[in-house]
């Protein structure tokens, strides 16, 4: 984690994790505002430390002689970091539950209770937008289409083990966040795709607004 | 090797009657997707009608799927990072809940179309014994070679 103590790195990382794609060493340092040789030099001291992964791809549509080698590209790493001090297991802890959820047939008690928990959480939370809370809520959400939509699952280790579970939880808790802020005519709904969270909002005027 | 993976369901009322309705109607969409899907080989089908189920010996109120994939994750990108999830989530208003393991998945060599029957004796096998490398889930993963897998990232 201490290499992320560095601001331009930092930065780096930031920028290459919000694309959600493979990034460029060029465009990650004109983004950030540095040479790009110093901007290599962080970006490999991120894949070193495991933060990022890198790749080799030809950033133009030229192919054959003379198109030169493939360049250098970098997106997010798969893997989690997490820090506590003191050290804390909660993960351990929601596979247990998940479990027993399962086990109980608690689908919709626990559906109950995640919606109930957005609800909370909006509550206390100082945003007044849906994108900005679910910002917040480390779901790094995006507009495409019209939609906002959710780059990063934050329950991944139990979605991976009770998927049913946890991405029917996780959009009542979607559900629940949207009530909480009173913002009720926004739609939400399960629309997973590979490598990203199973939710998607659509706005208040989606369907209806083609007249206007 | 590809993945070959059988699941069951018992129905909660008629295939045609109003509660069915909507898992009638979501048949036609998922099955297109499950149909273009990376990764996807085959599957049984009744007939080219989408909304046709399978018929078969085991009770009229079962209702069986029968595909084959190239891999792990290709099956898991449908069942979980498709359409295809929403259907699941709503399965308690179509299906009965059972405690049994009603969703499996064995090795098959590349070109073997299972039979239902070759399935059904994999579904016995993972109700008796539990997961092992001859019928598994998604869960409790094996590899072709009988080692125990781990977990897929989404």
């Not at chain 1, 030229?62 to 080698?69: A, I, M, N, V």
């Not at chain 1, 050290?87 to 247990?96: E, F, I």
């Not at chain 2, 909660?12 to 990764?39: N, Q």
């Amino acid at each position: 984690m201490s290499v992320l103590a560095d601001s331009v790195r930092r930065s780096l990382y930031r920028f290459v994790a919000d694309r959600g794609r493979d990034v460029g060493r060029g465009e990650a340092a004109d983004a950030v505002g540095v040479q790009r040789t110093l901007a290599a030099f962080h970006l490999d001291k991120l894949v070193e430390a495991g933060l990022l992964e890198v790749g080799f791809r030809r950033l133009n549509d030229r192919s054959g002689p003379g198109s030169g080698r493939p360049a250098k590209v970098y997106r997010r790493a798969a893997g989690e970091r997490t820090v506590s001090l003191p050290p804390r297991d909660y993960r351990t802890l929601a596979l247990v539950l998940a479990e027993v959820v399962d086990l109980l047939d608690g689908n919709e008690q626990a559906e109950a209770v995640a919606r109930r928990t957005g609800e909370r959480l909006a509550a206390a939370s100082e945003q007044t937008g849906i994108a900005e809370l679910l910002a917040e809520r480390g779901y790094e959400p995006y507009e495409e289409d019209g939609r906002i939509r959710l780059r990063n699952c934050p329950f991944q280790v139990p979605a991976q083990t009770h998927p049913l579970l946890v991405c029917s939880m996780n959009l009542a808790m979607c559900q629940g966040l949207l009530r909480g802020l009173g913002a009720g005519r926004t739609a939400v709904r399960l629309d997973p795709r590979p490598g990203e969270c199973c939710v998607a909002f659509l706005p208040p005027e989606d369907g209806s607004s083609k007249n206007n | 090797m590809h993945l070959a993976q059988l699941n069951v369901a018992h129905l909660v009322a008629p295939i045609d009657s109003s509660t069915l309705a909507d898992f009638v109607s979501a048949l036609e969409p998922v099955y297109r997707i499950a149909d273009s899907a990376p990764g996807f080989v085959w599957r049984m089908q009744a007939s080219d009608d989408p909304t046709e189920v399978i018929t078969h010996e085991y009770g009229d109120d079962l209702l069986v799927n029968l595909s084959v994939w190239e891999s792990r994750e290709a099956l898991w990108n449908f069942v979980y990072r498709s359409p295809h999830l929403e259907v699941l989530r709503r399965r308690r208003e179509w299906f009965h809940r059972t405690a049994e393991p009603y969703t499996l998945m064995w090795w098959v060599r590349e070109g073997h179309r299972p039979s239902l029957a070759e399935s059904m004796d994999r579904l016995r096998l993972i109700r008796a014994d539990g997961p092992g490398p001859d019928a598994f889930t998604f869960k409790e993963f094996y590899e072709p070679d009988g080692t125990p897998a781990v977990p897929l990232p989404l």
